[in-house]
């Protein structure tokens, strides 16, 4: 039973910690710009794909203008020559053309718009992209420092304030007992001790020669 309980706590554990990791305000805001950056690369493929697409029937509209001027040119000489033959092959060339270099044009036209459309989508979502940057920003900066403040609280209450403060109170106290009373067993005789630290002075035995003269002379 002992084992499966403390299975049993892990488990719950883990399952709090990822719950508190998806309320993470920050976590969440990473996680939305991640998908936002993985959006703005299928949008920035897709417009590549429509550039290029675009730039193919611009080939296409041109080299099919190309043929229906040939064709034209093809179906005046066979008329000039009397060859109503060639020139209806001509002129069916140039009509059959003339209807692919249309649906191209109304192609063209149609990637066109999805290029641009997709170019508004990408500013717009890099718009927003730089939004939600400055705004995860701003949440970093307030989570470090509310980490900081939890970490100052869980460190010195501010209900043990005033606790750690009388602490420091007892042991001023205390120490400065200790330094009076070594003091006190050090100097019994402060007199005493300042004759002795001034014996051995030039100035004291100058002093004392100068009374045993002066006695002598009495």
């Known amino acids: 039973m002992g084992i499966f309980a403390r299975m049993k706590d892990i488990a719950a554990a883990d399952a709090h910690r990822l719950l508190d990791q998806v309320e993470d305000p920050v976590s969440m805001a990473k996680h939305y710009i991640r998908q936002l950056e993985e959006q703005i690369d299928h949008t920035r ?3 590549k794909a429509q550039i290029a697409a675009k730039q193919q029937y611009d080939a296409l509209v041109a080299r099919t203008g190309q043929v229906i001027d040939k064709r034209a040119r093809q179906a005046e000489l066979a008329v000039e020559r009397n060859r ?3 020139a209806s092959l001509a002129i069916q060339e140039k009509l059959h053309h003339a209807k692919l270099q249309q649906t191209y044009m109304e192609q ?3 990637v066109q718009e999805q290029a641009e459309a997709l170019g508004k989508e990408m500013e717009r979502l890099r718009d927003l992209h730089k939004e939600l940057s400055d705004k995860l920003g701003f949440l970093l900066a307030h989570s470090n420092a509310a980490a900081a403040l939890r970490a100052a609280k869980a460190y010195a209450p501010s209900g043990d304030a005033g606790r750690i403060s009388r602490g420091f109170d007892r042991m001023e ?4 007992r200790l330094e009076t009373g070594a ?10 001790d ?9 100035e004291v035995q100058a002093e004392l020669a100068k009374l045993k003269a002066d006695k002598q002379t009495l």
């Open 45 to 47: 493929s897709a417009l």
């Open 84 to 86: 109503d033959d060639i």
């Open 108 to 110: 063209r036209e149609a």
């Open 173 to 176: 106290e205390k120490i400065m």
């Open 183 to 192: 003091l006190a067993y050090r100097s019994p005789d402060p007199v005493s």
């Open 194 to 202: 300042r004759l002795t630290g001034w014996s051995e002075q030039e």
